[in-house]
Antibody
Framework: QVQLQQSGAELAKPGSSVKISCKAS????????ISWIKQTTGQGLEYIGY????????NYNEKFKGKATLTVDKSSSTAFMQLSSLTPDDSAVYYC??????????WGQGVMVTVSS | DIVLTQSPTTLSVTPGETVSLSCRAS??????LHWYQQKTNESPRLLIK???QSISGIPSRFSASGSGTDFTLNINNVEFDDVSSYFC??????????FGSGTKLEIK
């Protein structure tokens, strides 16, 4: 069965970076893009961008350019998202999701990132 | 960005009722509108794609319609298991994909 297994919760200090992972199983990894979505109570669901898991090409929502960096390791069927220069506004749950034309049919369980000094 | 406005914010219903949730887009998006269900402390689940297309494994009680700027998700014969937040998402404009702010469904 299709699964997207994300890494564990992160507690980070302002100004630092975190890198979270999303390991796919149960399907051909390079046949689907992986997208990342941010969820907060205040802002709801926000689309960050996607990575072409075959080529490594990326496309970002303008709001997250410079904040998020998406990469992929095909050998381990894992996608990564690095968040840099963290501020308290980056505290959120971050999901990876498998997409077909950005319609998300499978989601990871989410990673809670807390930014606090 | 295309803004999706969902209404009502919260809906409280009795089991067995039929409910309609609304999602309105700030610009015409054709049928590039999708619905997700999110239960507390769970990830979203795709319910309906492209305004009205059903998803394998989703109960037939869930249906949807609409095009352009006005969309509706219908839930027939509401059950306790349907307690969730429901979000719409548009894929007309990307990478600036947007989601609605959600409707929270409560059961009396």
């Amino acid at each position: 069965q299709v699964q997207l297994q994300q890494s564990g919760a992160e507690l980070a200090k302002p100004g630092s970076s975190v890198k979270i992972s999303c390991k796919a199983s149960g399907y051909t990894f390079t046949s689907y893009y992986i997208s990342w979505i941010k969820q907060t109570t205040g802002q709801g669901l926000e689309y960050i961008g996607y990575i072409n898991t075959g080529s490594g090409g990326t496309n970002y929502n303008e709001k997250f350019k410079g904040k998020a960096t998406l990469t992929v390791d095909k050998s381990s069927s894992t996608a990564f998202m690095q968040l840099s220069s963290l501020t308290p506004d980056d505290s959120a749950v971050y999901y990876c999701a498998r997409g077909i034309r950005r319609v998300f049919d499978y989601w990871g369980q989410g990673v809670m990132v807390t930014v606090s000094s | 960005d295309i803004v999706l406005t969902q209404s009502p914010t919260t809906l409280s219903v009795t089991p067995g009722e039929t409910v309609s949730l609304s999602c309105r887009a700030s610009h015409s998006i054709g049928t590039n509108l999708h619905w997700y269900q999110q239960k507390t402390n769970e990830s979203p689940r795709l319910l309906i794609k492209y305004a009205s297309q059903s998803i394998s494994g989703i109960p037939s009680r869930f249906s949807a319609s609409g095009s352009g700027t006005d969309f509706t998700l219908n839930i027939n014969n509401v059950e306790f298991d349907d307690v969730s937040s429901y979000f719409c998402q548009q894929t007309q404009s990307w990478p600036a994909l947007t989601f609605g702010s959600g409707t929270k469904l409560e059961i009396k």
